[in-house]
């Protein structure tokens, strides 16, 4: 086994391995037996094997980071040795779910924030009796939100991303005459009225096409105390029928129907396509994640000392979109106290310095890690934003209200293909008929 070189899992090979398995018992038990022979003098049991999957690979430092990092485990564990299952960022949740069906799951994953929970449910042994002091005062408070589900810890959190900063040019608010930083929604409404009236239509970016339209939405509700799903016994109701929620939606449909300071393009454009915007000054703020800081400053190098990070936004309180990248364990693993020795091991201060946030460029879970290289008024933006955030809703239903109600919903009330109040009831009626 070479852990340098990640193997890659299918469905058809898994099926086919299980199906060799069975057809080889089979044989074995129609064979006619034979003499016993005398046996050899049992020999050392081997190193206790553990597949670790992820799709962390999205440049070539954090492929090369994660190897590495699986190479020093095993150097150090000759009765561990972990092989890494390299799962594609884009379909890792359908190459997971048939690994499982196939009874072939993983050891371990490195699962992504928006999916700890919502994946833990059904796949994930619960941590908590695992827990050392280590863990429990060294990660940050508000970096276990991703990772717990009531008194249940389905993942260790090991690195930080944040789906909803806002970003802005200093000269640019500078020669538009914008001299405070907003903190409330009529602060950062008249922000935006005022880089607009200064001539920059393109006012205020974000990555709103398909999913990513919930981003922003759901962080307005959350600021205004409207969890948009409570739990009631064992089942979940919707909150968008109350005033904190409908008053938030209103609020959120104005900046692209009301006062228009969002343009409608954004409903086409993907990061990729806002990044060039700013950088040529050409755009109010940018709503975007945690990476796109430092992609900015690597790819715009004259902009690193004009780039800054609004405060989050408070309104009856602050709160932002974001969650941790975890290590968990499945119910499937064959040696669960051996899978959380390598969770333990990478979920330390040690590996979060060595290669979490050096390779993976986000930000730290641990109190004793190191943020990546910035200048200080940017940590201190980045960890106000940590403090605040928020996780997708918890309800059990959520992947189908997502998709069939929430994006194509809010699709139509951005492009005003429907007015709000027509929008806010199929958003109630079809939420109710998800959750009936």
Same mark, same amino acid.
Request: glycine fraction near 8%.
């Given at each position: 086994?070479?852990?340098?070189?990640?193997?890659?899992?299918?469905?058809r090979?898994?099926?086919?391995?299980?199906g060799?398995?069975?057809?080889?018992?089979?044989?074995?038990?129609?064979?006619p037996?034979?003499?016993?022979?005398?046996?050899?003098?049992?020999?050392?049991?081997?190193?206790?094997?553990?597949?670790?999957?992820?799709?962390?690979?999205?440049?070539?430092?954090?492929?090369?980071?994660?190897?590495?990092?699986?190479?020093?485990?095993?150097?150090?564990?000759?009765?561990?040795?972990?092989?890494?299952?390299?799962?594609?960022?884009?379909?890792?949740?359908?190459?997971?779910q048939?690994?499982?069906?196939?009874?072939?799951?993983?050891?371990?994953?490195?699962?992504?924030?928006?999916?700890?929970?919502?994946?833990?449910?059904?796949y994930?042994?619960?941590?908590?009796?695992?827990?050392?002091?280590?863990?429990?005062?060294?990660?940050?408070?508000?970096?276990?939100?991703?990772?717990?589900?009531?008194?249940?810890?389905?993942?260790?959190?090991?690195?930080?991303?944040?789906?909803?900063?806002?970003?802005?040019?200093?000269?640019?608010w500078?020669?538009?005459?914008?001299?405070?930083?907003?903190?409330?929604?009529?602060?950062?409404?008249?922000?935006?009225?005022?880089?607009?009236?200064?001539?920059?239509?393109?006012?205020?970016?974000?990555?709103?096409?398909?999913?990513?339209?919930?981003?922003?939405?759901?962080?307005?509700?959350?600021?205004?105390?409207?969890? +948009?799903?409570?739990?009631?016994?064992?089942?979940?109701?919707?909150? +968008?029928?109350?005033?904190?929620?409908?008053?938030?939606?209103?609020?959120?449909?104005?900046?692209?129907?009301?006062?228009?300071?969002?343009?409608?393009?954004?409903?086409q454009?993907?990061g990729?396509?806002?990044?060039?915007?700013?950088?040529?000054?050409?755009?109010?703020?940018?709503?975007?994640?945690?990476?796109?800081?430092?992609? +900015?400053?690597?790819?715009?190098?004259?902009?690193?000392?004009?780039?800054?990070?609004?405060?989050?936004?408070?309104?009856?309180?602050?709160?932002?979109?974001?969650?941790?990248?975890?290590?968990?364990?499945?119910?499937?693993?064959?040696?669960?106290?051996?899978?959380?020795?390598?969770?333990?091991?990478?979920?330390?201060?040690?590996?979060?310095?060595?290669?979490?946030?050096?390779?993976?460029?986000?930000?730290?879970?641990?109190?004793?890690?190191?943020?990546?290289?910035?200048?200080?008024?940017?940590?201190?933006?980045?960890a106000?934003?940590?403090?605040?955030?928020?996780?997708?809703?918890?309800?059990?239903?959520?992947?189908?209200?997502?998709?069939?109600?929430?994006?194509?919903?809010?699709?139509?009330?951005a492009?005003?293909?429907v007015?709000?109040?027509?929008?806010?009831?199929?958003?109630?009626?079809?939420?109710?008929?998800?959750?009936?």
């Amino acid at each position: 086994m070479n852990p340098t070189k990640p193997k890659k899992i299918g469905r058809r090979t898994m099926l086919q391995l299980m199906g060799a398995g069975a057809a080889g018992a089979l044989a074995a038990a129609c064979t006619p037996q034979s003499t016993p022979q005398p046996t050899a003098a049992p020999t050392s049991p081997g190193p206790v094997k553990i597949r670790y999957a992820h799709m962390n690979c999205w440049d070539e430092g954090m492929c090369t980071g994660q190897n590495q990092m699986i190479t020093d485990f095993n150097a150090a564990h000759p009765k561990i040795q972990v092989e890494a299952v390299e799962w594609s960022w884009g379909n890792y949740l359908a190459t997971m779910q048939a690994a499982v069906s196939a009874g072939e799951a993983p050891d371990v994953m490195n699962v992504g924030w928006g999916e700890v929970i919502s994946l833990g449910r059904p796949y994930f042994i619960p941590l908590d009796s695992y827990l050392d002091d280590d863990l429990k005062n060294n990660i940050n408070a508000a970096s276990w939100n991703s990772s717990r589900l009531g008194d249940q810890t389905l993942g260790i959190p090991v690195f930080e991303q944040l789906n909803e900063v806002l970003y802005y040019r200093s000269d640019v608010w500078e020669k538009a005459g914008v001299t405070t930083e907003p903190q409330t929604w009529a602060d950062y409404l008249a922000v935006a009225k005022q880089l607009q009236a200064a001539g920059i239509t393109d006012t205020w970016g974000m990555q709103a096409n398909g999913a990513p339209i919930m981003s922003r939405f759901l962080e307005i509700q959350f600021q205004n105390n409207s969890p +948009l799903f409570v739990q009631n016994g064992d089942k979940w109701q919707h909150t +968008l029928d109350t005033p904190e929620s409908r008053e938030a939606g209103q609020y959120w449909y104005d900046l692209w129907q009301g006062a228009k300071v969002i343009s409608q393009s954004n409903l086409q454009r993907a990061g990729s396509d806002l990044d060039p915007v700013f950088a040529e000054g050409k755009m109010g703020m940018l709503s975007s994640i945690t990476q796109t800081y430092f992609t +900015l400053v690597q790819t715009y190098p004259d902009l690193a000392d004009k780039i800054r990070i609004a405060p989050p936004t408070k309104q009856k309180t602050g709160a932002t979109m974001g969650g941790a990248f975890a290590l968990s364990i499945f119910q499937q693993s064959k040696d669960k106290d051996a899978a959380w020795e390598f969770v333990k091991w990478a979920s330390s201060a040690a590996i979060g310095n060595k290669y979490w946030i050096p390779t993976t460029k986000v930000l730290p879970t641990r109190k004793d890690v190191n943020y990546p290289p910035m200048p200080d008024h940017i940590q201190k933006r980045f960890a106000e934003y940590q403090a605040v955030q928020r996780i997708f809703p918890l309800v059990p239903e959520w992947e189908a209200i997502k998709g069939k109600v929430l994006t194509p919903g809010l699709g139509q009330m951005a492009s005003g293909a429907v007015d709000f109040d027509t929008g806010w009831k199929d958003l109630i009626d079809q939420t109710n008929f998800v959750l009936s």
